[in-house]
């Protein structure tokens, strides 16, 4: 699919876009049912993490830092609503979970895991990444495939935490039922704080997954809803898909 623009005077080329596919259907689904239900599960759980708020850091009996202060609830009105936070945790927690599981099979069938998948350079790679972005780095550094180092670890490790947010979550649910995973957690107590250090780390990732989003700009994020991103290409470029689609099964599927 090209667009073609008129030019803005009799001198220039006229510039061509073209669109590319970037993400498959299944997975903008995926992608956008998983955002409105991260929010109801950070929500219900700061619900119920209200009832009993027990952690602090501090020394010597001196507390220096509480999740939370008060105000952070009444702000919300995340407090005294423990039943209904309990209800809808317990209720969205399946289709989290059902979600998860779901991506990961469809990215494990379409191949896409490959896009997604960093190696042994990723970590270094990350590091240019984050340099560019700082602007300490001019070079940008490469892509391999469609995303940068730093987005295949970050997206990897992402889907890991929500591994890890249902393993722990299932932990604590149903601590006798389950208990050699409540147990492999370190038990009950300790499964309760990597769910809720999963939260945090769900949160961080939100915060700097919408600042990234932002500084891609609008062409990236209509990407994630309509499938194809535009690509701006040379005038003399032959007008064929750079990336993809690879095969007429892959165009049929957006
Ligand atoms: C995005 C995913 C999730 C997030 C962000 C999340 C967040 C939270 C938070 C913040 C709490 C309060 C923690 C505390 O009181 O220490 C909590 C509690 C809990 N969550 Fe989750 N959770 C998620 C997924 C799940 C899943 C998949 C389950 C599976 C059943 C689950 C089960 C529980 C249970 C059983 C509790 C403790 C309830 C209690 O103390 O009675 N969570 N969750």
């Given at each position: ?23 498959r ?5 995926m ?46 009105d ?62 940008e ?48 107590t ?9 939260t ?13 989003v ?13 499938g ?27």
């Amino acid at each position: 699919m090209t667009f073609h623009h008129p030019p803005p005077d009799e001198t220039e080329q006229p510039a061509t876009r073209k669109a590319v596919l970037k993400h498959r259907r299944g997975s903008r689904w995926m992608h956008w049912i998983n955002f409105p239900l991260i929010v109801i599960m950070v929500w219900s759980g700061l619900r119920i993490y209200w009832a009993e708020d027990v952690y602090a850091f501090g020394i010597l009996g001196w507390e220096w830092f509480k999740f939370f202060p008060e105000s952070f609830y009444e702000t919300l009105d995340l407090n005294r609503r423990l039943a209904r936070g309990l209800a809808f945790h317990f209720n969205f927690a399946w289709l989290f979970t059902i979600n998860g599981l779901a991506f990961v099979v469809y990215t494990w069938r379409t191949g896409e895991w490959r896009e997604l998948a960093p190696n042994r350079r990723s970590l270094s790679g990350s590091l240019d990444v984050l340099l560019h972005d700082l602007r300490i780095r001019k070079e940008e550094p490469p892509k391999r495939g469609r995303y940068n180092e730093a987005q295949r670890l970050t997206y990897s490790l992402v889907i890991l935490l929500g591994a890890l947010a249902i393993l722990s979550g299932f932990a604590i649910f149903k601590p006798t039922q389950v208990f050699p995973l409540t147990w492999i957690l370190g038990g009950y107590t300790s499964a309760r704080i990597i769910h809720f250090t999963v939260t945090l780390a769900f949160i961080l990732f939100f915060v700097v997954h919408i600042l990234q989003v932002a500084r891609a700009g609008w062409r990236n994020f209509t990407s994630m809803v309509t499938g194809y991103e535009l690509v701006d290409i040379e005038p003399d470029e032959p007008d064929e898909p750079a990336e993809s689609p690879k095969s007429a099964e892959e165009t049929a599927d957006v």
